[in-house]
């Protein structure tokens, strides 16, 4: 029966819950704004490395080195993409 | 239910007319051939439901080169238009949706197609596969680009074309100022298309970097390969970023949302950011694969090894990292400060170098080399200088502050044809030349293909090489007409001439393909060329597997070294070969996504839903479907492998 | 030396798991875009109902643990196809499936209280981004709930095999990507935008 729920997922699962919690915690504790910004920044990264590492079996792969690199490409075009456009059309100067 | 038939119709214009009847008679004499000739059998089973990439590219090229037919066309009804001062060839309207549609057409329907078509049947050849990785995906990429192109081509006829320009900035191309269905056709046909684009960008970096031949490491493939690879690369992360602009142009236009408008927290610019996002990484996609193409003719008709490899795959890697980061270089003027201008400049020349590197790796390359002037050779030598001067004019455009100057006059139209046509188009011709023999079986005459070119390059600077001074002058782009008292008149009637030499050129391009398939000598050895990489060692035409036996390859240039060496690539058993089985679901589903699309442009949502439905059941039909493909028999293969090769199989091959 | 798993045996099931790896960056792309799109428009509110009027936590916290447990009970599923263990790869991909229409209820529900609320997409910068960004999300949701329904039919009547477990990976891959998806949207438009 124990081998139906494996270690690794429940861990992985009860991580992502409390990252969640950690995440809400922001709202209800009332934590000031730019401090909440950064709290929400790293649990959402956590989280989502926790996603593709753990669940997604990224490091498993016969092709991992691949799949970083096509993460890393996507994650900086991603970011570009919403930093350059929130430079160039609302911050910069 | 007092539809309005003449909005539907384009009325009014006696060309559209002609052309609507023209369009009438030319699919009457299609259907009416395939029926008197029995083909419609053949045409079903060996090219509609084909998954052969060799096939898919043809029909890619096919396309291509008829988008070639419209979107000069196109050009020639402007650069009539802009003969003479105050002309009435075309008023206004009319003048812009020529524009749109000859941007439009030239970059998404006829140069991503043709380098997509030449990718297609080049690059499994090269890396010595027998297909790419998603034979199926692959059919479906095309007949989705099929589609789109089929819409945006029929717009003119029914309804009326997009005409905001290439670009469709807001607030121009929202309902608003653009109250038809043209800029409709805009937003649901490239989205069509794109989404092919988007699966070809998969197929093929999955392709290359699992498919290659034993022994073919990554720094020993072919530097087109290379550059295609790149290129796909490219493709998957800028194609999403069009996927986004297009769906909220469609929402703002159909469904009243307010991401570009000018009220209500819509922003305009949003529009042209997200756009050149994407718009700037197309613009490498273009190229990337032009730089391979010339790396490829340059070694081989130098008889030399490729210069500087490695500094090759590195300057295409950082072109590709860096076409992310240049984008706002188109729109320097439209209100952003000094430092978001100045970061961007920055960006945009160091985009220069690399590109600098390549030629001059090309020009190394033919140092001391062999020089062998066939047709394909003569594109590339045209290249190095002609390109050059867009790519100096590039670096003009990318100082901020000079650019007030140069935007939007025609000093930009000439830089980008000055990039687009030496670099992209040149290279799609030059290969087109150079793998035909491969496909076909016989060469295109060098002879016309010779004075083809001269027209070409000559009248392409005649055409082009004014435009530089019309802008400098302060003569503004996408203009219909300008008065006598401008000044603008002996140049643009020179750049006229120019085009007429094009026109001249790309008939001379087409006669060619008729005389050779009539008067050409069939050769059957596969190597026309004296060539160097794996994709000349199959015979011509090319037995559908491609190879009887995968070759082991141990060096660069591997068909040069074996040649060479005296020793065969086709060492091994013969053993059964499994192939993947054709598929009618490719077709139905761009032919549901035309007739979905059509009626979305429109706004007629009834048939919009009820053709969403075969969509729906073509994927759930390939979702269920357990077709494993089929084998061709060892005994079979043996049977090509004589017919194809003659007395040169007993030379190559060993059972 | 482990052998490989099922899901990833032969040459053609790799490849396929890697061109979905693929298309799973083209879809970061995506919705990058999409949350550049709704962070650049996001304070313009014109005289619509603003993010922070609009925005309830509970129905926010429901569709958020619906989403990571399903993602949990997905990689149960392909755990259960390590083990060839037919009934509890269906039981779990049920309660997957069950959870996604719980988050799609709720979201749904959600959508309509907006437009009741007269928060529509044609209301404002900020509405239209906010409902192209969550809709987008939503309708891979959607996706994701018929292929699902498609895997469970084919798996029923096929069993386990190299074909279904490979198609059942990349399924996986696709639910954890968009609980991926639904992480940053919870922190950046629905915490942000209650705290803001």
């Excluded at chain 2, 238009?81 to 309207?93: E, N, S, W």
């Amino acid at each position: 029966m124990s081998a139906l729920f494996p270690k690794q997922q429940v861990v992985g699962f009860i991580q992502s819950l409390v990252l969640t919690i950690i995440a809400l915690s922001v709202y209800f504790l009332d934590i000031p704004y730019s401090i909440s910004l950064i709290i929400l920044i790293v649990t959402a990264l956590l989280q989502g490395g926790l996603q593709l590492i753990v669940f997604m079996h990224m490091g498993e792969n016969e092709d991992k080195s691949v799949l970083y690199l096509n993460l890393g490409y996507a994650i900086f075009v991603a970011v570009t993409i919403v930093f350059g456009t929130l430079w160039t059309l609302l911050w910069g100067w | 239910m007092g539809f309005k038939w003449d909005h539907f119709f384009v009325t009014g214009e006696p060309m559209i007319y002609g052309a609507m009847v023209s369009i009438v008679l030319v699919s009457l004499a299609i259907v009416i051939g395939l029926t008197k000739f029995k083909k419609w059998g053949y045409l079903w089973t060996e090219w509609l439901t084909t998954v052969d990439h060799k096939r898919i590219g043809v029909m890619y090229i096919l396309c291509a080169l008829l988008m070639l037919f419209r979107g000069g066309v196109d050009a020639l009804l402007m650069r009539a238009q802009l003969a003479g001062p105050d002309l009435k060839i075309l008023d206004a309207q009319h003048y812009n949706e020529i524009f749109t549609t000859h941007g439009l057409i030239m970059i998404l329907f006829m140069a991503m197609p043709f380098i997509i078509g030449l990718m297609n049947i080049v690059i499994p050849l090269q890396i010595g596969a027998r297909d790419v990785a998603f034979p199926y995906l692959n059919a479906v990429s095309f007949w989705l680009f099929f589609a789109g192109a089929m819409l945006l081509n029929v717009s003119f006829i029914i309804g009326g074309s997009p005409d905001a320009g290439w670009t469709a900035y807001f607030p121009l191309a929202g309902k608003e100022f653009s109250p038809g269905v043209g800029n409709n056709y805009y937003a649901i046909a490239l989205q069509i298309a794109g989404l092919g684009t988007l699966m070809t960008g998969i197929n093929f970096i999955v392709t290359i970097l699992k498919m290659r031949a034993p022994g073919m490491t990554l720094m020993k493939m072919p530097m087109f390969t290379w550059s295609i690879l790149i290129t796909n690369v490219i493709i998957l992360f800028a194609f999403p970023v069009l996927t986004v602009a297009l769906a909220l142009m469609m929402f703002d236009r159909m469904f009243g949302a307010q991401f570009f408008t000018m009220a209500n927290g819509g922003m305009d610019m949003l529009w042209a950011n997200l756009f050149w996002i994407w718009g700037h990484p197309e613009v490498y996609i273009v190229i990337l694969p032009a730089f391979g193409i010339y790396s490829e003719i340059i070694s081989t008709f130098s008889r030399k090894n490729l210069y500087g490899y490695k500094s090759m795959v590195v300057s295409m890697i950082a072109i590709s990292a860096l076409s992310f980061v240049v984008w706002v270089h188109h729109f320097y003027t439209m209100g952003q400060g000094a430092m978001v201008n100045g970061f961007f400049s920055i960006t945009t020349m160091a985009i220069s170098i690399p590109t600098g590197v390549k030629i001059f790796n090309w020009l190394f390359t033919m140092r001391k080399g062999k020089i062998e002037f066939t047709v394909p050779m003569l594109y590339a030598l045209a290249f190095i200088p002609i390109f050059t001067i867009g790519g100096v004019t590039g670096v003009m455009l990318a100082m901020a502050s000079a650019d007030y100057q140069y935007h939007n006059t025609m000093f930009l139209v000439a830089h980008f044809h000055y990039v687009l046509i030496p670099g992209t188009v040149f290279a799609v011709i030059a290969g087109f030349y150079y793998w035909f023999p491969k496909v076909f079986g016989f060469k295109l005459d060098e002879k016309i293909g010779k004075i083809t070119f001269w027209f070409i390059t000559i009248s392409f600077n005649v055409t082009f090489f004014p435009l530089f001074i019309l802008g400098l002058k302060g003569m503004t782009r996408r203009t219909f007409t300008y008065s006598a008292e401008s000044g603008f008149g002996p140049l643009n009637l020179v750049a006229t001439i120019g085009s007429i030499g094009l026109a001249i050129g790309f008939i001379l391009l087409v006669y060619n393909i008729y005389y050779s398939v009539r008067y050409a000598p069939r050769e059957t050895n596969g190597d026309p060329w004296n060539a160097r990489t794996l994709e000349w060692s199959t015979s011509s035409p090319i037995a559908p597997y491609n190879f009887a036996v995968i070759p082991t390859i141990d060096s660069l240039d591997p068909f040069w070294k074996s040649k060479k060496e005296g020793t065969s690539l086709l060492k091994g058993e013969i053993k059964d070969i499994h192939m993947p089985s054709n598929s009618g679901i490719p077709f139905i589903l761009g032919a549901a996504f035309m007739a979905f699309g059509f009626f979305l442009i429109f706004e007629w949502w009834v048939p919009t839903i009820i053709f969403s439905i075969p969509i729906l059941i073509c994927l759930i039909a390939r979702s269920f479907q357990r077709d494993h493909g089929f084998h061709i028999h060892k005994e079979e293969v043996i049977e090509t492998e004589k017919k194809l090769r003659g007395d040169q199989y007993e030379e190559q091959a060993s059972v | 030396m482990k052998s490989k798993p099922l899901y990833s045996l032969g040459e053609e099931s790799s490849n396929r798991i890697l061109g979905f790896w693929l298309f799973l960056g083209a879809e970061i792309a995506l919705f990058g875009t999409l949350f550049a799109v709704y962070l650049t428009l996001a304070n313009n509110t014109g005289s619509a109902p603003t993010q922070k009027e609009l925005f309830e936590m509970n129905g926010v916290m429901i569709e958020t643990f619906a989403l990571l447990t399903s993602s949990f009970t997905i990689g149960l599923v392909v755990n259960a196809i390590k083990l060839n263990h037919k009934k509890a790869f269906m039981s779990f991909l049920i309660i997957t499936l069950a959870l996604g229409a719980i988050f799609l209820g709720v979201e749904i529900t959600e959508f309509f209280t907006y437009v009741h609320e007269g928060a529509t997409l044609q209301s404002s910068g900020a509405l239209s981004s906010l409902f192209v960004l969550l809709g987008t999300h939503g309708a891979h949701v959607t996706f994701g709930m018929f292929w699902g329904i498609a895997i469970l039919i084919q798996t029923y009547r096929e069993g386990i095999t190299e074909t279904t477990a490979n198609k059942t990976f990349i399924y996986s891959l696709y639910w954890h990507f968009l609980d991926v998806v639904w992480i940053f949207i919870f922190s950046f438009v629905y915490v942000k935008g209650l705290i803001g």
